[in-house]
Nanobody, 125 residues
Framework: QVQLVESGGGLVQPGGSLRLSCVAS????????LNWVRQAPGKGLEWVSA????????RYADSVKGRFTISRDNTKNTLYLQMNSLKPEDTAVYFC??????????????????RGQGTQVTVSS
């Protein structure tokens, strides 16, 4: 079955950096675009970033553009999110999410087939 396992979260001071990873299994990794979404305490799901199957196209929410970088290694079945210049408002549980294979790129919080269990990111001094 499809599994998405996130890691790399933690507590970081404002201005700091973290790198999240998501290891996928149960489907041909390079056949699917992938996304990062997040959920802050008491708030709804927020779309963060998307990457096409081969990594040739990426998209970002305005709130993270210029600070976050999404990437993937199709030889390792792993999705990444490099987060720099972190702000307190980035505090959330971060999930990797998989749309259906025929979707080139999905931006938004609905339409996903699978989502991981999430990793907590806390930005605080």
């Amino acid at each position: 079955q499809v599994q998405l396992v996130e890691s790399g979260g933690g507590l970081v001071q404002p201005g700091g950096s973290l790198r999240l990873s998501c290891v996928a299994s149960g489907f041909p990794f390079s056949s699917s675009s992938l996304n990062w979404v997040r959920q802050a305490p008491g708030k709804g799901l927020e779309w963060v970033s998307a990457i096409a199957r081969g990594g040739e196209d990426t998209r970002y929410a305005d709130s993270v553009k210029g600070r976050f970088t999404i990437s993937r290694d199709n030889t390792k079945n792993t999705l990444y999110l490099q987060m720099n210049s972190l702000k307190p408002e980035d505090t959330a549980v971060y999930f990797c999410a998989k749309p259906p294979n025929h979707i080139f790129l999905l931006t938004g919080t609905t339409g996903y087939e699978y989502r991981g269990q999430g990793t907590q990111v806390t930005v605080s001094s």
